[in-house]
T-cell receptor, first 114, second 111 residues
Framework: GAVVSQHPSRVICKSGTSVKIECRSL??????MFWYRQFPKQSLMLMAT?????????EQGVEKDKFLINHASLTLSTLTVTSAHPEDSSFYIC??????????FGPGTRLTVL | GESVGLHLPTLSVQEGDNSIINCAYS??????FIWYKQESGKGPQFIID?????DKRQGQRVTVLLNKTVKHLSLQIAATQPGDSAVYFC??????????FGTGTSLTVIP
């Protein structure tokens, strides 16, 4: 198997602040990581594809200036939600690709913006 | 990868019965498939995978069947237990870093 961690697991912040979420592949290197958002009782919604050493590729409708992604190393990608608002409250999940074909997911981060 | 934010279909089964969760995939070029289990408040967990050169693969209490002719994937869970209650997603990989997810099925096990 493969282990992907996320930090923090839960965060509550005030409207207008920025929140950084880390995604780490603990026992393998991942040139590609994905960031998803998930609303209750719904499927995963892909936000962006993060490739190590290059700019992230954002899905249509996802604001790149709002959701900053940095893939600084083969084991770490970060998602920063800038100037968060209550509508950004959601469950954010990352995944890392091992051996170019299998995605392993992190445990998710619950963001609540007051 | 792609995914669609739709409300999930549901499946209820009695504890001890077998469960079958179905998934239709879209890309005939997909050659690798994965089933994930997601419990409430957690990230999806890898269950089992299958490559297109196989039509059946078994794990512990789970079996994945692949029908490439009709582009259909199923997950069978034997002797379903309350701990199996979760949302199950299938994913297809046509190569590279492209992943396409099904909408997911919410499985509820009735004790």
């Amino acid at each position: 198997g493969a282990v992907v961690s996320q930090h923090p697991s839960r965060v509550i912040c005030k409207s207008g602040t920025s929140v950084k979420i880390e995604c780490r592949s603990l026992d393998f290197q991942a040139t590609t990581m994905f960031w998803y958002r998930q609303f209750p009782k719904q499927s995963l919604m892909l936000m962006a594809t993060s490739n190590e050493g290059s700019k992230a590729t954002y899905e249509q409708g996802v604001e790149k200036d709002k959701f900053l992604i940095n893939h600084a190393s083969l084991t770490l990608s970060t998602l920063t939600v800038t100037s968060a608002h209550p509508e950004d409250s959601s469950f954010y999940i990352c995944s890392a690709v091992k051996n170019t074909d299998t995605q392993y997911f992190g445990p998710g981060t619950r963001l609540t913006v007051l | 990868g792609e995914s669609v934010g739709l409300h999930l279909p549901t499946l209820s089964v009695q504890e001890g019965d077998n469960s079958i969760i179905n998934c239709a995939y879209s890309n005939s070029a997909s050659d690798y498939f994965i089933w994930y289990k997601q419990e409430s408040g957690k990230g999806p967990q890898f269950i089992i995978d299958i490559r297109s050169n196989m039509d059946k693969r078994q794990g512990q209490r789970v079996t994945v069947l692949l029908n490439k002719t009709v582009k259909h994937l199923s997950l069978q869970i034997a002797a379903t237990q309350p701990g199996d209650s979760a949302v199950y997603f299938c994913a297809e990989n046509p190569g590279g870093n492209q992943f396409y997810f099904g909408t997911g099925t919410s499985l509820t096990v009735i004790p």
